[in-house]
Structure formats: C-alpha cells, structure tokens
C-alpha cells in the first residue's frame, strides 16, 4: 500500500533546508498524493562551531542524530549533504536515492575579487577543512589559514566584515543558495571531498514503501560515481580528520575515472594517484585507488597524522 504521509528529516540551516524542500518538491510532483512535512534536527555538528571539525570527530557529527531519529522512527527520511555521511553508516539504514550532483569543485571567495595567485603573502584564508587547508599551502605555503565553521551565509558574511581575506566553499553550496556571484574563482587545481555536490536520501532497510517511494528520486550516473567515492573513502579511513579528497567521472559512458589524494596537513607530503575502470567495478575501482596510494606512501603520511 502506497504511503500517504512521510517525514523528512533534516539540519536547520538554510542550505540544508533548500535540499530537502527540493527532495520534498520531487516527492510531490511523482506522487500528487504524498502529504510531506520536515522536521528540523539540530545536530552536534551545528552546535559546536568553535572547534575545527578534525578536532571534534569529523562530519559523521552533521548526521549522527539525524540517523538516531530514523532508527527511532521520528522521521521516514533523512536528506544529507553527502560529502556528510560517513563510509560507514548503521546497518538498519541505507542510502535509498542520490540525485543529480551539482558541480563538485571548491571555490575561492576574496574580499576584493582578488584571484588566488594574486592574493599578497600572508593573506588569511578561512576554511576548516584539512583537505582545503593541505591543497591550498601545497601551491601557496605564504598563505595563512585560519578555522572557519559555520553555515554557508553565516561564512560569506564574516568575509563581508573582513575578518578573512578570502574563504574557500563548495560551488555546490553556493549555487543551490543562488549564491554564485560570490564566487571570485573556482579552484581547479583542489580535488574535492568524496562525494562533494551530492544530495543523498536516507531511509531505514525495513520499510520497503518509503524505500520505493524515494528510489525514483536515484540518478544512477550520479550513484555510480558517489559509490565510487565513498569506496574510497572507506579504505582511506579518517574522514575529515585526514587531508584527503577524490573524485570521480563518467567517461565514455561505460568509464570510470577517479582520482585522489592523501596529504600532510601543510602539503608538503602529498601523494595523487588517478585510475580508470569499468563503471559495473566502480566500488572496486575506488577501493584499488585507495590501497595503491596507501601503498605509495599514503599510510606513511597517515600514520605521522594519528600521531601528532
């Protein structure tokens, strides 16, 4: 029997909000029917703003209530940021719907549209993002970075008060606020976070109507590359609380090309390693990237990281 109702779990900021209103919007034209409400989750992530994310256990903490409210069953469906979500999430729960991926890249927002290269020797750079911070000082080690948390627009207007020179967003974020004209440059040179500019749907694994309902919302092109990702991720290990990224595309539409990186906190040791595999091994394709970087001096990065 088709549901009726369904509650969306969700954070409170207003990129979170625009995100599941889209998913929502979606829900109601596929299913006139379909009565939606959101229910707003404050999270620990959201509370604690002070501290870089590294030094609190990662963005796992943007989820974990969200995830304990599906597993109590107070809301049917949560919709992440999925760059958010941890490799591993709860055994009951599973990643029902990925939509389309906005575009993935990092983007450099300056007081006076300066672009990088241009940027004067000790310019303070604001982001709390060690994969950021790592990519940043590997071509520009003159830089200062300093801790940003944040919501989206809670960030621009301290680069509005210049109390940062410039601060470094996901393009992704930006657009879905209608923001881009902030953008002074977007920063081709950063690999993303793994699944940076994808918008998942979470659901409980027993309860196959919501699970119906939310997987005509899957792009499978985008689910192929975010799995990719996420495989990688998984054999990395650590989360935000390494600087790492990967990303990965479609190519020749039967192709996968995936690329990725794991580097010392100042990106002096970096290691970046790319490969291509058919997009039915895209999970073993991430998986293989991970362990060939981890082999080439990855883990030896790591492990000086978890021991400072």
């Known amino acids: 029997m088709m549901k009726s109702s369904i509650i969306i779990g969700s954070r409170g900021s207003k990129l979170a909000l625009v995100q599941s209103n889209l998913v929502m919007k979606q829900l109601k034209t596929r299913f006139p029917h ?7 989750i404050t999270t620990s992530g959201d509370k ?17 209530e969200i995830e304990e409210a ?12 999925m760059k958010d979500l941890p490799a591993v999430i709860p055994h009951e729960l599973t990643i029902g719907a990925i ?67 410039g ?15 902030e953008i002074t440059e977007i920063l081709d040179f950063m690999i993303p976070a793994p699944c940076q500019g994808a918008i998942g749907i979470e659901c409980r694994q027993n309860n196959p109507e919501f699970f119906s309902l939310i997987q ?12 990719a990702e996420r495989a990688f991720l998984e054999e990395i290990g ?9 990303i990965a595309k479609i190519t020749r539409d039967t192709h996968l090309h995936i690329q990725g990186f794991v580097s010392s906190s100042d990106g002096k040791a970096c ?3 790319a490969m291509q595999g058919s997009i039915k091994e895209n999970i073993t394709t991430g998986k293989i990237l991970a362990q060939n970087i981890l082999k080439s001096g990855g883990r030896d990065i790591l492990n000086k990281i978890t021991q400072t």
């Open 34 to 40: 379909l009565d939606c409400a959101i229910k707003i």
């Open 48 to 64: 604690i703003l002070t501290t870089s994310l590294s030094a609190i256990g990662g963005k796992g903490l943007f989820v974990k």
């Open 70 to 81: 599906l597993l109590e069953n107070t809301i049917d469906i949560a919709v992440h940021s």
């Open 99 to 165: 939509l389309p991926r906005e575009r993935p890249e990092d983007v450099l927002l300056t007081t006076h549209k300066i672009s990088f290269s241009q940027l004067p020797p000790g310019s303070q750079i604001g982001t709390s993002s060690l994969r950021r911070q790592a990519q940043l000082l590997a071509k520009r080690p003159d830089l200062t970075i300093e801790n940003l948390r944040g919501n989206v627009d809670t960030r621009i207007k301290k680069l509005h008060r210049k109390e940062y020179d």
């Open 167 to 181: 601060i470094v967003i996901a393009y992704a974020g930006l657009a879905r606020l209608n923001l881009t004209h």
């Open 216 to 227: 005509s919302l899957d792009d499978k092109k985008t689910r192929i590359v975010i799995e």
């Open 238 to 246: 650590g989360g935000c609380q390494i600087p790492m990224g990967a």
């Open 271 to 273: 290691i970046t390693q």
